[in-house]
């Protein structure tokens, strides 16, 4: 049984040679392209997005890749919701994000691709290469879906070409499966333009720990598809590179997030799989040992967090890696570091709620529960990476505040940076990035363990084996000497020096850059990984004239100084976000009862400004062409 398309275009072309041995082709040279790979889970459809974005990056291009994963570990084959795979921006320029709708698609069954059009992920007029062993199928249900579906999709516009990615890699593997990924690999190679030879320079790479033999079999099945192409399609893009004279890296949000572990000098990690935080951990326990390193899989997340908050204890600041419901059971450990001031480095990789919610989808639904989310005053830094560069710096920027101001330190990613690829330059290793050496010498006759400084709220660090240091540590109420204590005045004067923290860091930082001029009609405000989307609108719109600018802000706790002054020099603000805020012109919904998005009941909360608010939960990378008419729409309001 197929679920019908809607109608999303009405154009229908040939794109196959009408002889395998025509030589006729049409190159078409384009600034950029988004191409899809789907099938169902185990297939290797995200592994071949994977190496297509890696060797269009090696060639020079612009990429950004996006991971296209089911909610389900693992869901029925052949389902609608069940698409698994890559999503790949190449462009000839930096690409900051994974752009609007899909331009060409490979699919490795209809049902799949139906999913990707239900949510309205394809352009209209979109290539299709679609598997098509389903049309004689010895199942005739299976058969008569792909029909039925094969039909709508061209009835509707998109152009479709049916690819016998199975027949063909049945000459060449016995398990035709296995090998459809490099196939499609090649065949896509071929259709971009890429270099033959840097296609199998990937898969040596990709494959390197596997035998010879498994990676001369996937260059065959990576050559026989690039054949195929040649053999067959009459058409071909170009889409020119601008190579960079800097070496660069490709990596994604969490394999930048354990390269800057490393890079920060912190030697342990603890952790409980989570997804879409795993990755980071995976690839720590790797690689950490070989630095010095010990990734710590605990028993479960307030384990985990406990044990960080032990080794930091000791000496050494310390990172644990989750997502939201597994920060949610940190919560009261966290609260148990701020009491003692003890530096630790949280990273909350965010996904779908509440609840297990979307566990693989994309949602900025944690900010208020980084800041506010602990019983009782918990000041906690809270920083926000906006690119995958920016999760590489982000930890050792959080190293270095967790260890000079005794605190813990939030950093946000999400599920759109975890996943997803882009080319960023190597970052050349600088001493300064690690803390010194912690120095036990004695600590001085009459020094006590939390004696605040009166206009900072910061105290020397005592850690055990310090002659002189010992002292007793709780998460009780306290005084200076870390004696448990319910005096009125020493509680208050406990929680005043901790929210001083805050205050002390606030003058360190610098304002916020406005991207655009420094006044006109509208400010954008955003904060994690909507940067890109939202700064190719505004760049669009300003192309056209508008007087629209953003600022893009990467500390939320405590806040950078100078925006308030920024946001007066605009006659209207608003903020972009991937959280839950009611639509104003919901019928039951006016200014009384309204709930705003979460930077922006922040702001209008800090600077008094009536900030207006976007944001849409939809699971998926918000676009630039839907920020770009949503603030066409304010504009013009």
Same mark, same amino acid.
């Given at each position: 049984m197929t679920t019908p398309c809607s109608d999303y275009g009405r154009t229908e072309m040939n794109l196959l040679k009408t002889s395998p041995n025509a030589d006729r082709k049409s190159i078409t040279t384009l600034t950029e392209h988004i191409v899809e790979i789907i099938s169902d889970s185990g297939e290797g459809a995200q592994r071949c997005g994977q190496s297509l974005g890696s060797i269009a990056a090696r060639m020079g291009n612009g990429i950004w890749t996006t991971e296209i994963i089911p909610a389900e570990i693992r869901p029925p084959a052949r389902s609608v919701a069940g698409a698994s795979g890559n999503r790949i921006r190449i462009g000839s320029g930096y690409i900051t994000?994974?752009?609007?709708?899909?331009?060409l698609v490979v699919a490795f069954n209809e049902q799949v691709l139906l999913g990707r059009v239900r949510a309205r992920e394809l352009k209209p007029g979109c290539i299709i290469f679609l598997e098509n062993m389903w049309r004689k199928h010895t199942d005739l249900n299976i058969s008569m879906a792909y029909i039925e579906a094969h039909d709508r999709l061209v009835a509707a516009g998109y152009k479709v070409i049916e690819f016998p990615m199975e027949q063909e890699c049945k000459l060449l593997n016995a398990d035709p499966k296995?090998?459809? $990924?490099?196939?499609?690999?090649?065949?896509?190679?071929?259709?971009?333009?890429?270099?033959? !030879?840097?296609?199998?320079? !990937?898969?040596?790479?990709?494959?390197? @720990? @596997?035998? !010879?033999?498994?990676?001369?079999?996937?260059? @065959? %099945?990576?050559?026989?598809?690039?054949?195929?192409?040649?053999?067959?399609?009459?058409?071909?893009?170009?889409?020119?590179?601008?190579?960079?004279?800097?070496?660069? =890296?490709?990596? $994604?949000? $969490?394999?930048?997030?354990?390269?800057?572990?490393?890079?920060?000098?912190?030697d342990l990690c603890s952790m409980y799989p989570i997804t879409p935080a795993t990755s980071a951990s995976h690839y720590l326990s790797d690689v950490f040992e070989k630095v010095g390193g010990i990734v710590h899989q605990a028993e479960d997340e307030i384990a985990a967090c406990a044990f960080a908050i032990g080794a930091s204890y000791a000496s050494k600041c310390t990172v644990t890696i989750t997502s939201g419901p597994g920060y949610s059971?940190? !919560?009261?450990? =966290?609260?148990?570091?701020?009491?003692?001031?003890?530096? %630790? &480095?949280? &990273?909350? &990789?965010?996904?779908?709620? *509440?609840?297990?919610g979307q566990p693989t989808k994309v949602e900025q639904g944690d900010l208020m529960c980084a800041i506010f989310g602990s019983h009782g005053d918990a000041p906690k830094v809270v920083m926000a990476a906006a690119t995958i560069e920016d999760c590489f710096y982000a930890v050792i920027t959080a190293r270095k505040i967790a260890e000079a101001f005794n605190m813990v330190v939030v950093i946000l990613t999400d599920a759109s940076l975890s996943s997803s690829q882009q080319p960023f330059t190597r970052p050349r290793f600088n001493a300064s990035w690690l803390a010194p050496p912690f120095d036990q010498s004695p600590i001085p006759e009459g020094a006590r363990a939390y004696n605040w400084d009166a206009s900072t709220g910061l105290a020397r660090r005592f850690v055990p084996g310090q002659p002189g240091g010992m002292h007793t540590v709780t998460g009780l109420a306290h005084d200076r000497d870390s004696h448990?204590?319910?005096?009125?005045?020493?509680?208050?004067?406990?929680?005043?020096?901790?929210?001083?923290?805050?205050?002390?860091?606030?003058?360190?930082?610098?304002?916020?850059?406005?991207?655009?001029?420094?006044?006109?009609?509208? %400010?954008?405000?955003?904060?994690?990984?909507?940067?890109?989307?939202?700064?190719?609108?505004?760049?669009?719109?300003?192309?056209?004239?508008?007087?629209?600018?953003?600022?893009? #802000?990467?500390?939320?706790? *405590?806040?950078?100084?100078? =925006?308030?002054? =920024?946001?007066?020099?605009?006659?209207? &603000?608003?903020?972009? /976000?991937? $959280?839950?805020?009611?639509?104003?012109?919901? /019928?039951?919904?006016?200014?009384?009862?309204?709930?705003?998005?979460? #930077?922006?009941v922040l702001l209008r909360s800090r600077c008094l400004i009536d900030v207006d608010c976007w944001s849409e939960v939809r699971g998926q990378p918000v676009k630039p062409s839907t920020i770009r008419r949503v603030l066409l729409a304010k504009l013009d309001a």
């Amino acid at each position: 049984m197929t679920t019908p398309c809607s109608d999303y275009g009405r154009t229908e072309m040939n794109l196959l040679k009408t002889s395998p041995n025509a030589d006729r082709k049409s190159i078409t040279t384009l600034t950029e392209h988004i191409v899809e790979i789907i099938s169902d889970s185990g297939e290797g459809a995200q592994r071949c997005g994977q190496s297509l974005g890696s060797i269009a990056a090696r060639m020079g291009n612009g990429i950004w890749t996006t991971e296209i994963i089911p909610a389900e570990i693992r869901p029925p084959a052949r389902s609608v919701a069940g698409a698994s795979g890559n999503r790949i921006r190449i462009g000839s320029g930096y690409i900051t994000n994974g752009g609007d709708e899909t331009d060409l698609v490979v699919a490795f069954n209809e049902q799949v691709l139906l999913g990707r059009v239900r949510a309205r992920e394809l352009k209209p007029g979109c290539i299709i290469f679609l598997e098509n062993m389903w049309r004689k199928h010895t199942d005739l249900n299976i058969s008569m879906a792909y029909i039925e579906a094969h039909d709508r999709l061209v009835a509707a516009g998109y152009k479709v070409i049916e690819f016998p990615m199975e027949q063909e890699c049945k000459l060449l593997n016995a398990d035709p499966k296995r090998g459809k $990924n490099m196939f499609a690999l090649g065949m896509l190679c071929y259709l971009y333009s890429f270099d033959l !030879q840097m296609a199998r320079d !990937q898969i040596a790479l990709t494959f390197g @720990k @596997k035998e !010879q033999a498994v990676i001369d079999a996937n260059v @065959k %099945l990576l050559e026989a598809g690039h054949q195929w192409g040649e053999a067959h399609l009459d058409f071909c893009f170009s889409v020119p590179a601008t190579p960079t004279s800097q070496s660069q =890296i490709v990596v $994604n949000g $969490n394999t930048a997030l354990a390269l800057g572990v490393m890079a920060s000098g912190m030697d342990l990690c603890s952790m409980y799989p989570i997804t879409p935080a795993t990755s980071a951990s995976h690839y720590l326990s790797d690689v950490f040992e070989k630095v010095g390193g010990i990734v710590h899989q605990a028993e479960d997340e307030i384990a985990a967090c406990a044990f960080a908050i032990g080794a930091s204890y000791a000496s050494k600041c310390t990172v644990t890696i989750t997502s939201g419901p597994g920060y949610s059971l940190k !919560q009261e450990a =966290i609260g148990l570091a701020v009491m003692a001031e003890i530096p %630790l &480095v949280v &990273v909350n &990789v965010q996904r779908g709620g *509440p609840s297990t919610g979307q566990p693989t989808k994309v949602e900025q639904g944690d900010l208020m529960c980084a800041i506010f989310g602990s019983h009782g005053d918990a000041p906690k830094v809270v920083m926000a990476a906006a690119t995958i560069e920016d999760c590489f710096y982000a930890v050792i920027t959080a190293r270095k505040i967790a260890e000079a101001f005794n605190m813990v330190v939030v950093i946000l990613t999400d599920a759109s940076l975890s996943s997803s690829q882009q080319p960023f330059t190597r970052p050349r290793f600088n001493a300064s990035w690690l803390a010194p050496p912690f120095d036990q010498s004695p600590i001085p006759e009459g020094a006590r363990a939390y004696n605040w400084d009166a206009s900072t709220g910061l105290a020397r660090r005592f850690v055990p084996g310090q002659p002189g240091g010992m002292h007793t540590v709780t998460g009780l109420a306290h005084d200076r000497d870390s004696h448990v204590a319910y005096d009125p005045d020493i509680n208050q004067e406990g929680l005043r020096a901790r929210s001083l923290k805050l205050a002390a860091l606030q003058k360190t930082l610098t304002p916020p850059e406005v991207f655009g001029e420094a006044s006109g009609d509208l %400010l954008v405000v955003g904060w994690g990984s909507t940067k890109g989307a939202i700064e190719e609108a505004v760049a669009s719109l300003r192309s056209e004239g508008r007087k629209v600018s953003s600022i893009h #802000l990467r500390f939320l706790q *405590p806040m950078q100084p100078g =925006i308030k002054e =920024i946001m007066q020099r605009f006659g209207k &603000v608003m903020t972009i /976000e991937t $959280n839950w805020s009611d639509k104003p012109d919901e /019928e039951i919904i006016d200014e009384s009862n309204r709930r705003y998005s979460s #930077l922006a009941v922040l702001l209008r909360s800090r600077c008094l400004i009536d900030v207006d608010c976007w944001s849409e939960v939809r699971g998926q990378p918000v676009k630039p062409s839907t920020i770009r008419r949503v603030l066409l729409a304010k504009l013009d309001a």
